[in-house]
């Protein structure tokens, strides 16, 4: 069958996809979109979380038929999907896309995997690299995009409304202290930042 | 001290910005927060096929046939391959001994084991035409426990052996045994006015490393392979492979992928032979990724093991010897359990000062699944085990249990059990001081925090099952002793490379090595090495792969001090030809190239007293300075075979553990509250990746104590849990706050004085948790890990 969904804010388009394919499946193996990661496959980790018209999912467990006509933001679009909603406010269904005017000023950048210049990274993203988040990063892009949805909605949150949102991203090197860090660091900075 | 305003008895790096000592961030972060970074189950190829492994649904048994017609069949299928078509005599594997079957041959010996091999134009096509595979089992009696390996009427598990342990071992369903024995355990004995016996259980924990087995092999068109792959030792991995394949080893050209984490669990090899023999066979691409369900048995597991213990203690508080019986289960195949054996009994008086012992370790083969290298590896059973005692002992003699470990706590100068004297700093009390020190985390503050109280940090969390009722705290304490590096005589070594030029008007350093990048920020601390010691401020990590000597393994926290250790001596090396080519070029122009000490800082060369000589970029101009260098730790021995005597191990480390726990003691559910951890490290090379070690080896010490297990039927051997569903591992609300106090003393060995890290908190983090139920509820539990049944006494 074929599937007709955006992704990043744009059209995407997948061919011969098997009725049985999982979303993740499609983003990995069909658009070339790995980001999303693959870690359980049975929506136990987390680690393959994506926003689907909004709401975060686990990729694994949506078919890909079930995301015809609909939006989803990965990992791969975090940061642009940041910057749209500081820039515009709430852009939570990631339907926002880039402007023609916009569009015109993009030239592509090299970017340096050493320093990142050149690239541009989502407050959270940016947090999780400072704090030391990362380690072998399997269950970042996971993370990233279910911390990202959590301090949409909650600015400010405990740390008991962190452990709450992200009990559902296993992470199995770092005892989770710097993932708190992170998020916490992201909610400071923004709230700095207002 | 200088009076001219200069400084004066610089050190080489003491200037330099990023070198070692300082946090510097991942040079791979961008890449994993952006989802570009490329794990071995990301890789992609046009024309690409998928592979599928065909697993055994019993544990014991004769395959009687095989009928692969119908997958064969299977539109969209390529191949089908089972023993037959293996294409060299090489048909095992193996770490140490080659007992691994890359496809069954006339018998399957666990639950899982690899029989046949399907590749397809897609993953559902190839999944499904593995299962038209027919295999007739005639299904044999199961080997399950020590009892069933050592009867008198036992099947073996592997006729014939040939390995060089087959000759000290009493029965064939035996890997290895290691004894340990000093002094005089039974004149000892006598001295005691307390003893304390114990028998304790330990559960088979996986490694659950999240990227699962996965990776890409490429036919050449030379005949060779090209192999995009996770693991943990690349040239370990080569010598397994290329025999299989009958391909020269130059043929077999593997790049280290991203790697999911590893912990152990990619010492061994998983799919790449399988993907290489059904890339050979189609000329396509081959990728084959495991599910979570397939992940938990395609890798070894962490040995379940029984241990007994006795000790025995003056009323003055001072251990008098120490008897010990330790039961490892290695299941069907070697994997690592001969050096698991080795560690369980040579660390298995713990960091404490006993002179008479006997200790003995034993690793079974057993239908089970096979059990190899996790994490702590053997000296976390042992731990768990003499931890408990520590605790019991105190007790009976009277003693607080921090202050009786510390009347007994090794230190340096301390002689092992195997007769090795310690001669690095081994700080035992100080730690167990420091750990009791910090701050405990307020008591019932359910009570006290008035409207702030939040039932999600309470036992049962939001399930809301208690307000504080019947909810008791416990405190306990541990503390473990590791070995870093391969031990027992083992050649040790890792290889670097590193080159120095000038690129884009600025001295540049590369540094390439065949490192298995896990996580653990090994890339992190090689660039800050070349920092430090070539005085620049860009350095380029290459990418892992077996074009440059091997690097060994990453495991038994050996990696920044061997693989450290070899960056570091490459890069002095080349100092040296830079500062020759130096002196070639402007020695003449100043007395102080020929008599100070010279340094390279800042992209200069300068004097000890820190006058610049000249820039680097005018010394290297048009050429560049490379060596490739072997580097190697001081020789180790192999244990004495019948006493266990020798200088087994080149480093120790050390870590304690304080566990706070609150117990719902009518529900039996444990919420940790907080796991204080001090750890000496040496030298922090960078501290930020040195917490992250600690806070997460600590953390899978914590999923044994209360929650992983993988449960394996007693009467089939079959794994009753395979999947995050049924065997859990520790989610952000199970994981409690851990501060971390580190310690820095050198150990005058090792590259910076530095200390392996990684395993340490993983051994003392279990026992304290344990400690702290115990505290809680008067329970015994002697097994770990402990579950809700255990402390309703149902």
Redesign the interface.
């Known amino acids: 069958m074929r599937v007709n969904f955006t992704v990043n804010g744009r059209p995407q388009e997948a061919d011969d996809v ?1 009725e ?2 999982s979303l993740l499946y499609v983003l ?2 069909r658009l ?11 929506g ?2 987390g ?1 393959c979380t994506v926003r689907l018209d909004g709401v975060p999912v686990c990729s694994c467990l949506v078919a890909a038929g079930q995301v015809e006509g609909r939006e989803v933001v ?3 679009g ?2 642009e999907f940041a910057k749209q909603r500081a820039e515009h406010g709430g852009c939570a269904t990631g339907s926002c896309g880039t402007s023609l005017d916009e569009a015109r000023r993009w030239e592509s950048k090299p ?1 340096d ?4 210049e050149g ?1 541009e ?1 989502s407050p959270i ?2 947090a ?3 704090a ?1 988040a ?8 996971g993370l ?1 995009v279910a911390a990202d949805e959590m301090l949409e909605r909650n600015p400010t949150p ?1 740390d ?1 409304d ?3 949102a ?15 860090d992170a998020v916490r660091l992201a909610a400071a900075r923004q709230s700095e930042a207002v | 001290m200088g009076t001219t305003g200069t400084p004066t008895n610089l050190t080489q790096g003491s200037r330099t910005r990023g070198g070692i000592g300082e946090s510097t961030l991942r040079p791979d972060g961008i890449l994993k927060v952006t989802g570009e970074f490329a794990y071995s189950s990301d890789m992609w190829h046009e024309d690409m096929l998928w592979g599928q492994i065909l697993r055994s649904t019993v544990a014991h048994a004769e395959i009687v046939s095989i009928d692969t017609g119908e997958a064969l069949a299977t539109p969209g299928v390529y191949a089908v391959m089972t023993y037959d078509d293996l294409p060299t005599e090489v048909k095992n594997y193996g770490l140490e001994i080659q007992d691994t079957p890359v496809l069954a041959h006339g018998k399957v010996r666990h639950h899982g084991e690899p029989v046949a091999i399907v590749a397809a134009d897609h993953p559902e096509t190839a999944r499904r035409a593995a299962a038209k595979i027919k295999v007739e089992y005639r299904e044999l009696p199961v080997i399950t426990d020590e009892a069933s390996a050592t009867a008198p009427d036992a099947i073996l598990i592997h006729e014939g052996r040939d390995d060089h342990h087959i000759g000290h071992v009493p029965h064939p369903n035996i890997v290895h045994r290691q004894p340990i024995v000093r002094g005089n355990v039974e004149e000892a004995a006598k001295k005691a006015d307390f003893v304390v016996k114990g028998e304790y259980t330990f559960g088979m924990q996986d490694q659950a490393f999240l990227g699962p087995e996965s990776g890409l092999a490429v036919p050449a068109e030379d005949g060779g392979v090209d192999l995009y792959i996770a693991t943990q030792w690349l040239h370990s991995d080569l010598r397994q492979i290329a025999p299989v394949l009958g391909l020269p080893e130059d043929k077999v050209r593997m790049t280290l992928s991203g790697v999911g984490g590893a912990f152990g669990g990619r010492e061994d090899l998983s799919m790449q032979i399988h993907a290489c023999l059904l890339a050979l066979r189609t000329g396509k691409p081959v990728k084959i990724v495991y599910n979570r369900f397939e992940s938990f048995f395609g890798h070894v597991h962490r040995h379940p093991a029984k241990l007994y213990y006795e000790h025995g203690a003056t009323k003055d508080g001072k251990l008098t010897h120490l008897k010990a019986r330790i039961v490892l289960d290695g299941g069907a195949y070697a994997s690592a359990s001969p050096a698991v054996v080795g560690n369980a009994s040579s660390l298995g008086a713990g960091p404490y000062v006993v002179d008479d012992v006997d200790i003995e370790a034993i690793a079974l083969y057993t239908n089970n699944p096979p059990c190899g290298a996790m994490r702590g590896f053997g000296a976390v059973q042992a731990c768990f085990a003499y931890e408990a005692q520590m605790d019991k002992l105190a007790d009976k003699v009277g003693m607080d249990r921090v202050a009786f470990r510390q009347l007994n706590a090794m230190e340096q100068g301390t002689v092992m059990p195997t007769g090795q004297v310690v001669d690095s700093p081994a700080p035992v009390a100080e730690l167990l001081r420091r750990v009791k020190a910090m701050p405990m985390p307020p008591e019932q503050q359910w009570l006290t925090a008035g409207e702030a109280a939040d039932v999600r940090q309470l036992p049962g969390g939001l399930s809301n099952t208690t307000h504080g009722e019947g909810v008791v705290r416990g405190v306990g304490y541990a503390v473990g002793i590791k070995n870093v590096g391969f031990s027992e005589g083992f050649d040790d070594y890792s290889t670097a490379k590193v080159r120095m030029e000038v690129v884009g008007g600025e001295p540049v350093a590369t540094v390439h090595t065949a490192m298995a990048e896990v996580g653990q920020g090994g890339v992190t601390v090689h660039a800050q090495i070349a920092r430090t010691e070539l005085g620049v401020a860009q350095v380029t990590i290459q990418p892992a792969d077996t074009q440059v000597g091997s690097a060994g393994s990453t495991s038994a926290s050996r990696q920044t001090y061997v693989t450290g250790g070899a960056v570091k001596n490459s890069c002095e090396l080349v100092r040296e030809k830079v500062l020759e080519l130096g002196r070639r070029k402007f020695g003449t122009y100043h007395p102080a190239w020929a008599t100070a000490e010279l340094l390279l800082e800042g992209g200069k060369v300068v004097t000890d007293g820190g006058e610049v000589l000249a820039d680097l970029v005018d010394v290297l101009g048009d050429e560049s300075v490379e060596i490739e260098a072997e580097w190697r730790h001081r020789p180790t021995e192999a244990f004495d075979l019948r006493t266990g005597q020798g200088f087994g191990h080149v480093q120790y480390t050390f870590a304690a553990h304080r566990a706070v726990v609150e117990v719902d003691t009518e529900l039996g559910l444990v919420k940790v509250i907080e796991l204080a951890c001090a750890q000496d490290v040496g030298k922090a090379l960078n501290p930020l990746s040195v917490l992250g070690q600690i806070q997460g080896g600590t953390t899978q010490g914590l999923g044994i104590a209360v929650m992983e297990e993988i449960i394996v039927d007693p009467k089939t051997a079959k794994v009753k849990n395979p999947s995050f569903t049924d065997y859990l591992i520790p989610t952000i609300l199970d994981t409690p706050t851990i501060p971390v106090d580190v310690l820095e003393l050198a150990d005058d060995h090792a590259p910076y004085g530095l200390r392996g890290i990684g395993e340490a908190p993983t051994l003392s983090s279990t026992p304290a948790v344990l400690a702290a139920i115990r505290n809680a509820t008067g329970l015994e539990l002697n097994r770990t890990p402990v579950r809700p049944e255990h402390l309703t006494g149902k």
């Open positions: 098997w049985g394919e990995r193996e070339g979109l790995p980001g999303s990661k693959n870690a359980c496959e049975q136990e980790c680690s990965t990992v791969e975090l940061a970017q995997s050493h320093t990142g690239g990274l993203q940016q999780f690299i400072d030391g990362v380690q072998c990063g399997f269950c970042t892009p990233l405990t008991a962190i452990r709450e992200l009990s559902g991203n296993l992470c199995r090197c770092t005892g989770y202290e710097k993932i708190m």
